[in-house]
């Protein structure tokens, strides 16, 4: 059954009050953006005593059009539904029989934000002005910074403009600045939104055996009972890992929920979720080596940045005006780098390894609580007055306590502590030119190899787009 479109986008659901699950809460990095629940069950409200006098966040890009690759096997999934003469015997898939890919204009929508993203990120936007009302002042300037992702691909950049617009209001344009980072200059190592993409000894395995330990396990059981519902037409696991992309992506493309919604079973769409965490936590996530560690530099800048303070003023390298940043810190960038940022907090330090042949039921890594489309790691920085500063993370608005680190107001972690606990693991990681295996870098030699760009408006691998 088809949901107007006013529904879906109040909240993003399917669920009614008779039904509580929500696939689209459940797809891992293919879910559309929604607010994340609260499992610690700690307050997303500043603690008694305490007011947030500071922020930031790293946002994945919004919502989008699927990429060349995945569109492509959309064009193939049709094809192979289309030329089949085949019945059904289950009413959810009656739907196959005159369905297509929902993209109107191909060459011009794939791997761009998509309508969906447009509404999440401008909302974003004005959430974030209503959530800490006295850190932007009409009319005045405002930076934040994109990740360039790709030459050609602008998703990233529009987001960040899309979220600034919501920020800014009518006068975006003349106010903003969206600092774009080039990922892949040499002279921006460890100093990008996108550090991974200079360290010749990254490897997203999106999961490697671990991932296809789990498929083997889950998907068999899901493809005999859909093909068990046709006559005619054979699905494939691949076929069924697609379903649940559908899902998520029609739905925010079009703004009614997709019927691929409603083809897997409640039990099968949080298997697929698992695998969605599983593809996290080994591809990039803390069950990795060196790719866990790489956003340390950046976590660095940034937790410095907060011990500076929100009335900090840097100078630019390039001898312009110096600059007094906002009291948010605004940052977008893909999806690699928000689950290489996750695993670096210490908020999974105590997170047993995932299993690769059941579902651990009592994980606190979920991946769709974080990667989400429009994805984001808050953080703030609480002045709780004579009792001092404290750091606070937050993913998809909810608050994740520090492992080790948790005796402040509303379990925070002391901001010196923090600063100290993040040192340390960036000490042990033992430098971004090192680490990667960079020899002789003459642009970035080793002890150079830190973020600036939070402090520093002048360096030569970033350009400037107006919202």
Same mark, same amino acid.
């Given at each position: 059954?088809? &949901?107007?479109?006013?529904?879906?986008?109040?909240?993003?659901?399917?669920?009614?009050?008779?039904?509580? =699950?929500?696939?689209?809460?459940?797809?891992?990095?293919?879910?559309?953006?929604?607010?994340?629940?609260?499992?610690?069950?700690?307050?997303?409200? #500043?603690?008694?005593?305490?007011?947030?006098?500071?922020?930031?966040? %790293?946002?994945?890009?919004?919502?989008?059009?699927?990429?060349?690759?995945?569109?492509?096997?959309? &064009? %193939?999934?049709?094809?192979?539904?289309?030329?089949?003469?085949?019945?059904?015997?289950?009413?959810?898939?009656?739907?196959?029989?005159?369905?297509?890919?929902?993209?109107?204009?191909?060459?011009?929508?794939?791997?761009?934000?998509?309508?969906?993203?447009?509404?999440?990120?401008?909302?974003?936007? &004005?959430?974030?002005?209503?959530?800490?009302?006295?850190?932007?002042?009409?009319?005045?300037?405002?930076?934040?910074? @994109?990740?360039?992702?790709?030459?050609?691909?602008?998703?990233?950049?529009?987001?960040?403009?899309? =979220?600034?617009?919501?920020?800014?209001?009518?006068?975006?344009?003349?106010?903003?600045?969206?600092? &774009?980072?080039?990922?892949?200059?040499?002279?921006?190592?460890?100093?990008?939104?996108?550090?991974?993409?200079?360290?010749?000894?990254?490897?997203?395995?999106?999961?490697?055996?671990?991932?296809?330990?789990?498929?083997?396990?889950?998907?068999?059981?899901?493809?005999?009972?859909?093909?068990?519902?046709?006559?005619?037409?054979?699905?494939?696991?691949?076929?069924?890992?697609?379903?649940?992309?559908?899902?998520?992506?029609?739905?925010?493309?079009?703004?009614? %929920?997709?019927?691929?919604?409603?083809?897997?079973?409640?039990?099968?769409?949080?298997?697929?979720?698992?695998?969605?965490?599983?593809?996290?936590?080994?591809?990039?996530?803390?069950?990795?080596?060196?790719?866990?560690?790489?956003?340390?530099?950046?976590?660095?800048?940034?937790?410095?940045? =907060?011990?500076?303070?929100?009335?900090?003023?840097?100078?630019?390298? !390039?001898?312009?005006?110096?600059?007094?940043?906002?009291?948010?810190?605004?940052?977008? %960038?893909?999806?690699?780098?928000?689950?290489?940022?996750?695993?670096?907090?210490?908020?999974?330090?105590?997170?047993?390894?995932? +299993?690769?042949?059941?579902?651990?039921?009592?994980?606190?890594?979920?991946?769709?609580?974080?990667?989400?489309?429009?994805?984001?790691?808050?953080?703030?920085?609480? !002045?709780?007055?004579?009792?001092?500063?404290?750091?606070?993370?937050?993913?998809?608005?909810?608050?994740?306590?520090? #492992?080790?680190?948790?005796?402040?107001?509303?379990?925070?972690?002391?901001?010196?502590?923090?600063?100290?606990?993040?040192?340390?693991?960036?000490?042990?990681?033992?430098?971004?030119?090192? @680490?990667?295996?960079?020899?002789? +870098? +003459?642009?970035?030699?080793?002890?150079?190899?830190?973020?600036?760009?939070?402090?520093?408006?002048?360096?030569? =691998?970033?350009?400037?787009?107006?919202?």
């Amino acid at each position: 059954m088809l &949901v107007p479109a006013h529904f879906i986008f109040t909240a993003l659901v399917v669920s009614t009050a008779a039904e509580s =699950f929500d696939p689209l809460q459940h797809l891992g990095g293919n879910s559309p953006w929604f607010s994340g629940p609260n499992v610690n069950n700690i307050s997303p409200d #500043a603690p008694q005593g305490c007011r947030v006098d500071q922020a930031a966040f %790293t946002s994945r890009h919004g919502s989008r059009y699927p990429d060349p690759g995945a569109y492509n096997g959309w &064009v %193939t999934l049709a094809a192979k539904i289309q030329n089949a003469t085949f019945t059904v015997k289950d009413r959810d898939l009656d739907f196959l029989k005159t369905w297509q890919p929902v993209l109107t204009n191909p060459a011009a929508q794939l791997s761009q934000v998509s309508q969906g993203g447009y509404k999440e990120l401008y909302d974003m936007g &004005v959430q974030y002005r209503w959530n800490y009302p006295s850190f932007y002042k009409e009319n005045t300037p405002y930076v934040l910074w @994109a990740n360039r992702y790709q030459e050609t691909g602008y998703r990233v950049v529009d987001s960040a403009r899309l =979220f600034a617009r919501g920020y800014l209001g009518p006068n975006a344009t003349d106010l903003g600045r969206v600092y &774009v980072l080039n990922n892949t200059d040499p002279r921006s190592i460890a100093n990008s939104l996108a550090p991974s993409d200079l360290c010749p000894l990254y490897n997203d395995t999106s999961g490697g055996i671990n991932a296809t330990t789990w498929a083997e396990i889950y998907l068999p059981p899901i493809v005999t009972r859909i093909n068990g519902l046709l006559s005619g037409l054979n699905f494939t696991a691949s076929d069924i890992t697609t379903f649940a992309t559908l899902c998520g992506f029609e739905t925010q493309i079009t703004g009614r %929920t997709s019927p691929w919604c409603d083809v897997l079973k409640k039990h099968e769409i949080e298997q697929y979720e698992y695998a969605q965490d599983i593809r996290y936590y080994y591809g990039t996530g803390p069950g990795t080596d060196i790719e866990q560690q790489l956003m340390l530099p950046f976590l660095v800048a940034l937790v410095q940045r =907060f011990v500076d303070g929100p009335n900090a003023t840097y100078v630019n390298a !390039n001898g312009t005006s110096p600059f007094t940043p906002n009291p948010l810190i605004a940052t977008f %960038t893909n999806d690699g780098q928000i689950s290489q940022l996750a695993a670096a907090l210490g908020i999974y330090d105590d997170q047993k390894p995932l +299993s690769a042949t059941r579902i651990d039921k009592n994980r606190i890594y979920i991946s769709s609580t974080f990667v989400t489309l429009r994805g984001t790691i808050g953080f703030e920085r609480l !002045n709780c007055g004579s009792k001092g500063l404290y750091m606070r993370i937050k993913l998809n608005d909810q608050v994740y306590p520090v #492992a080790g680190c948790q005796g402040g107001p509303g379990k925070s972690c002391s901001l010196s502590k923090y600063q100290a606990l993040v040192a340390k693991k960036n000490a042990a990681f033992g430098g971004f030119v090192n @680490a990667c295996g960079i020899a002789n +870098s +003459s642009l970035v030699p080793a002890g150079q190899d830190k973020t600036t760009f939070l402090t520093n408006l002048g360096l030569p =691998f970033e350009y400037v787009f107006r919202p």
